[in-house]
């Protein structure tokens, strides 16, 4: 399985960027997926997860009302939408998959992209 992650950049404080994930090599559908993020000399953390069919959404307290994980089954894709964006937001985005249900942590993903640097000025 192979991830791509895109759509990382550059944005003010306020901004939007809409992050997208691609994956290869089996069934997109029997994964559920996750974006992870690590800032400059910060451990990665989680911030969002969608299961397999895309019925339920988690997110990190830090982003919620503010992301919006998504997924195109027929696409292999799955999005990461960033609204309302903040400095403390920068950091290098990873998607994820994991077969099992859903995952919230990072040990419970067995494929991960290369990431996508995010960087929001102030």
């Known amino acids: 399985v192979q991830l791509q992650a895109s759509g990382g950049g550059l944005v003010q404080t306020g901004g939007s960027l809409r992050l997208s994930c691609a994956v290869s090599?089996?069934?997109?559908?029997?994964?559920?997926m996750g974006w992870f993020r690590q800032a400059p000399v910060k451990e990665r953390e989680f911030v969002s997860a969608?299961?397999?069919?895309?019925?339920?959404?988690w997110y990190a307290d830090s982003v919620k009302g503010r992301f919006t994980i998504s997924r195109d089954n027929a696409k292999n894709t799955v999005d990461l939408q960033m609204d309302r964006l903040k400095p403390e937001d920068t950091a290098v985005y990873y998607c994820?998959?994991?077969?099992?249900?859903?995952?919230?942590?990072?040990?419970?993903?067995?494929?991960w992209g290369q990431g996508t640097l995010v960087t929001v000025s102030s």
């Open positions: 090599g089996r069934t997109f559908s029997t994964y559920a």
């Open positions: 969608i299961t397999q069919s895309g019925g339920y959404t």
């Open positions: 994820a998959a994991t077969e099992e249900l859903y995952g919230l942590a990072q040990h419970e993903y067995d494929y």
